[in-house]
């Protein structure tokens, strides 16, 4: 069993959707969690940083954590095309090392 | 704003050739880490450094190797390369220092074909 755990999708929404990415996972050292978007063939992009458990707003994105479920979730509101993108959530115990899930590959229809 | 910055972005190497990988972190990021991440899958650690120090090891063949130099860039060394080393190597920094967090920023990887 994997460390982090995340649906591989894919994920289609109309454009406008709320759309709702998680991860579980099972190490209760991971203190660190992130969100990043990748493009194909590109670099992952962070888009959203948590330290331990709560929720964190930046524009259309939301970012929850809870701790005591190791539960993650990213939340897109009024979805775009160009949200169109693989979601790989990321966590860590510190300064080390970042554990991925799989990867949600969202598709966002105009 | 500054990113990672990786070089090349492609190569293409033969089996048994050895290649090299470059990565030049954010300015003032301490940490770099190395991750491999093939077709269709999630990025897997190989090697990280702090302060020019490795910092941890993860799954990274013995064929490879990689150090951070003063300048805190780091290069990745492979040998012996094999077609099952073909996939995307991504580069990312980080600050120890600054803000006691670990937002790990990438760069945009180097895709690595073997045959």
């Known amino acids: 069993q994997k460390e982090v755990e995340q649906d591989p999708g894919p994920l289609s929404v109309p454009e406008g959707a709320i759309v709702s990415l998680n991860c579980t996972y099972s190490?209760?050292?991971?203190?660190?969690f992130m969100w990043y978007r990748q493009y194909s063939r590109k670099g992952p992009e962070l888009l959203m940083y948590?330290?331990?458990?709560g929720n964190k707003e930046d524009g259309r994105f939301t970012a929850q954590v809870d701790k005591s479920s190791k539960y993650i979730s990213l939340f897109i509101r009024d979805s775009q095309p160009s949200d169109s993108a693989t979601y790989l959530c990321?966590?860590?115990?510190?300064?080390?090392?970042?554990?991925f899930g799989t990867g949600t590959r969202l598709l966002v229809s105009p | 704003a500054a990113g990672v910055i990786q070089s090349p972005r492609h190569l293409i190497k033969e089996k048994r050739e050895t290649a090299t990988l470059k990565c030049y972190p954010i300015?003032?990021?301490?940490?770099v880490y190395w991750y491999q991440q093939g077709p269709g899958q999630d990025p897997q650690f190989l090697i990280s450094?702090?302060?020019?120090?490795?910092?941890d090891k993860g799954s990274i063949p013995d064929r490879f190797s990689a150090q951070q130099f003063s300048d805190y860039h780091s290069e990745l060394n492979m040998s012996s390369l094999e077609l099952g080393d073909s996939a995307l190597y991504f580069c990312?920094?980080?600050?120890?220092?600054?803000?006691?967090?670990?937002?790990?920023?990438f760069g945009q990887g180097t895709r690595l074909t073997v045959v």
């Open positions: 990312a920094s980080s600050s120890a220092r600054q803000n006691s967090n670990t937002e790990a920023f």
């Open positions: 190490n209760s050292a991971f203190q660190y």
């Open positions: 948590t330290y331990s458990s």
């Open positions: 990321a966590m860590s115990e510190g300064f080390q090392k970042l554990v």
């Open positions: 300015p003032r990021h301490d940490t």
């Open positions: 450094f702090y302060e020019k120090m490795q910092s």
